[in-house]
């Protein structure tokens, strides 16, 4: 099976006329993770299988080497992850224009994306959210476009493409994240920025989040903190309060 499917990607990326770096960029993969499959040696993910079909402009069945019966609309349980993945609208989505994806190869092959992360999060305390990057042909030469549960935050061009485009780039999303946080934010965000606190201070939420506070609940007060000083690195005394305001409504 691993053959056949790495051979129907292989025969329908080089029917496009598409490199394993052209397509690994459009699908946020590595290109040696794209070899692997096309030599046999792995699979894609099912989570993956939703792009690869978009990007080669293929039916799932197709990929998968599932048979239709025909008179029988087709099924897979493949095919309703697919759409149970297209119900639901990102936190973050990046956007370019087709002509930005040779220097995406390129980007992805460095580890600037995590040093973005780690100086956004030392300076304001919010954690990055996984982001989907895909290109996007209605968009004009140089535009980008940046999305929140398919809502535009942001839309700009790109003057000029070179090497430090990826970086642009990547800039332009942090900013965003900076700005739009508080829209951002959902509990899930919430729960990964818990956990990352308690393995830095262990005990710390031990059954206050959520058997006291919901995550719902955290998710509101870091959103006002937002709004009041733009940053969460006092998450330790955002909990302390939330914990005495709590313990305050108990007695009263």
């Known amino acids: 099976m691993k053959q056949d499917i790495g051979a129907i990607i292989s025969q329908a990326r080089q029917n496009r006329k598409m490199t394993q770096e052209e397509f690994a960029a459009r699908?946020?993969?590595?290109?040696?993770?794209?070899?692997k499959w096309e030599r046999g040696l792995g699979v894609p993910d099912l989570a993956l299988v939703e792009g690869i079909c978009r990007i080669l402009q293929m039916d799932a069945n197709v990929l998968l080497g599932i048979k239709e019966d025909k008179g029988k609309e087709p099924y897979s349980a493949v095919m309703e992850q697919e759409v149970g993945r297209g119900l639901f609208a990102d936190p973050l989505v990046v956007e370019f224009a087709c002509d930005f994806i040779p220097y995406i190869v390129e980007g992805l092959k460095t580890d600037l994306i995590r040093k973005k992360r780690i100086k956004l999060a030392r300076e304001t305390g919010c954690l990055f959210p996984v982001t989907n990057f895909r290109d996007n042909v209605d968009l004009a030469p140089g535009e980008v476009r940046i999305l929140s549960y398919d809502r535009a935050l942001w839309?700009?061009?790109?003057?000029?493409?070179?090497?430090?485009?990826?970086?642009w780039i990547l800039d332009q999303a942090m900013e965003v994240c900076r700005?739009?946080?508080?829209?951002?934010?959902?509990?899930?965000?919430?729960?990964?920025?818990?956990?990352?606190?308690?393995?830095?201070?262990?005990?710390?939420?031990?059954?206050l989040i959520p058997e006291r506070i919901s995550y719902l609940q955290v998710k509101e007060k870091l959103v006002k903190e937002l709004e009041e000083k733009g940053n969460l690195r006092d998450m330790i005394h955002i909990l302390e309060t939330m914990e005495s305001e709590l313990e305050k409504k108990g007695k009263g």
């Open 27 to 35: 699908l946020g993969v590595t290109p040696q993770a794209v070899s």
């Open 155 to 167: 839309q700009g061009v790109c003057e000029s493409l070179d090497e430090n485009t990826y970086e």
């Open 179 to 207: 700005i739009h946080y508080g829209e951002i934010l959902n509990k899930q965000i919430v729960k990964q920025l818990l956990d990352h606190l308690e393995q830095q201070y262990p005990g710390l939420t031990v059954e």
